[in-house]
């Protein structure tokens, strides 16, 4: 998919913005608070439902305004277009395909595959688990459909049971949630172990072209309660403790996955440059598998590219952006000398976008 026009209304700095957008790689030039970041937060929330900045669905909203839109005309072949709209206002949302209201966001972002790399994305590598757990789970619901009912429903028999460990009800009560959740925490797992093993022979090989001095990479899975027992066991013999918590300990919610290296074995040894490139060969690496998988190329953003990166490391990740068949979208405070070549170029000033 690509984007073909972006229309972006009262979110963050933007009134209204209406940028027509190419395939192939897409530059945004322009100094600090312009709207750069803005413009790729746009894009995903068409993809995601929310930004990739942390608690930022208040700041989203342009100061005034009552509601924000992000609308885009994405094409898939030279034929065919589709519409994709998101509307919050202070009742909810609202997501549209091709003009028509859906049900849910899902079935919004089920239409649009956005893989943003932005300054926060560090996070992946030495961040809280539930960036990595968001990061393996988009990558499943883009392949396995069965994925996000099976996730709804196991959310909510976590919080039947949670419910039920606060008002200490008896292990009779407590033995039919179990169940669904084991049911349901084993079909995740196992989703997400085909993830993360299709896409370890990718991220090798991302790893060997951005970071060669790190040595070979180390993925390493945990899928959130003891190996060697099943997840209906564990529940079980975790009752006493999960009551006094007051919460479920066991289970596919504490899940967690790392990335090490050869020469850097833990992650508190990368600099911030190591991590930022580490992070980048995992995001690149899901939009290769991603693309492959789907039979369509999902649209990387990747928001102020070379701050943090030297030359050869910048040429590095800049060689795999030019070599990708989908749409990039790339923004900087200066144009990267790097993809200066084959690429449209656009500056950003004071929340407008235009052709350079
Ligand atoms: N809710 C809002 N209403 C109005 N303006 C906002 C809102 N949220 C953010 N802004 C402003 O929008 C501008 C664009 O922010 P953005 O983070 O997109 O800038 P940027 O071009 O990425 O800057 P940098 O180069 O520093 O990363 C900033 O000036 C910011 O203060
Ligand atoms: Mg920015």
């Not at 206002?89 to 919004?108: E, F, I, K, M, Y």
Request: charged letters at 20%; proline letters at 4%.
């Amino acid at each position: 998919m690509q984007f073909a026009r972006l229309v972006i209304d009262d979110l963050r700095c933007f009134q209204h913005l209406d940028v027509v957008l190419q395939p192939g790689i897409n530059v945004f030039v322009g100094g600090n608070g312009t709207g750069k970041t803005s413009l790729l937060e746009a894009a995903h929330l068409l993809s995601h439902g929310r930004s990739f900045r942390a608690s930022a669905a208040d700041a989203l909203l342009r100061q005034g305004a009552a509601s924000w839109t992000v609308h885009a005309e994405i094409r898939r072949t030279a034929e065919q277009t589709q519409l994709l709209g998101l509307t919050r206002h202070a009742g909810g949302w609202q997501a549209r395909v091709d003009g028509q209201p859906v049900a849910t966001l899902a079935a919004l972002i089920e239409h649009c595959a956005v893989i943003c790399f932005e300054p926060g994305s560090h996070a992946l590598i030495a961040g809280p688990a539930e960036e990595r757990r968001r990061f393996v789970d988009w990558g499943v619901f883009h392949v396995e459909h069965e994925f996000q009912p099976i996730w709804r429903r196991y959310r909510r028999a976590l919080r039947q049971r949670n419910a039920l460990l606060r008002s200490a009800a008896a292990d009779v009560d407590l033995t039919p949630w179990e169940q669904e959740l084991a049911l349901r925490g084993e079909q995740l797992d196992a989703m997400r172990r085909r993830y993360l093993g299709a896409l370890e022979p990718l991220l090798e090989t991302l790893c060997a072209a951005l970071i060669p001095e790190l040595g070979a990479p180390v993925l390493l899975y945990r899928r959130g309660w003891p190996t060697g027992e099943s997840l209906a066991a564990a529940l079980r013999g975790s009752r006493l403790r999960d009551q006094a918590l007051g919460h479920t300990r066991p289970g596919p919610h504490r899940a967690d996955w790392s990335l090490s290296f050869a020469a850097a074995p833990s992650r508190a040894v990368l600099s911030r440059g190591q991590a930022k490139l580490s992070a980048l060969a995992c995001l690149l690496s899901q939009a290769e598998l991603h693309d492959r998988r789907s039979g369509d190329a999902a649209v990387l953003c990747m928001d102020d590219l070379a701050s943090e990166l030297d030359a050869a490391h910048l040429e590095a990740v800049a060689d795999r952006l030019q070599r990708r068949a989908g749409q990039v979208l790339v923004t900087g405070t200066a144009m990267p000398p790097v993809l200066a070549g084959s690429t449209t170029r656009f500056h950003v000033e004071h929340g407008t976008v235009r052709h350079a």
